[in-house]
């Protein structure tokens, strides 16, 4: 696969995601060892789980869906368009 402009781009999302993903599970790690607030804890932790997963599947997904389609072109009077004239009308 050719790293094109595209693929250092998402390189660098990547990297950056994953490393603001261990930014937040490292302080997070503080405050989990607290009782009271080792719930809130567990719970950012599983969301920034399931963010960081949903969002290296999904971005990359809808970039394909969105910049993959082919520009629809319009047919000409000939290719059955229905605006053909029946050759008895022709004069």
């Known amino acids: 696969m050719k790293w094109d402009g595209k693929w250092h781009i ?6 950056d995601l994953g490393l603001a993903f261990a930014a937040v ?3 997070i790690c503080v405050i989990l060892f607290d009782p009271i607030f080792q719930g809130l804890a567990i719970s950012l932790m599983a969301g920034e789980v399931a963010s960081l997963l949903i969002s290296r599947m999904a ?15 319009a047919p000409t009077a000939g290719e059955g368009s229905g605006a053909e004239v029946p050759a008895s009308a022709q004069t």
């Not at 971005?59 to 389609?69: I, K, N």
């Open 25 to 27: 599970l490292v302080l």
């Open 59 to 73: 971005v990359p997904v809808l970039y394909y869906m969105a910049y993959s389609r082919k520009p629809a072109v």
């Open 10 to 15: 998402t390189l660098e999302v990547f990297r």
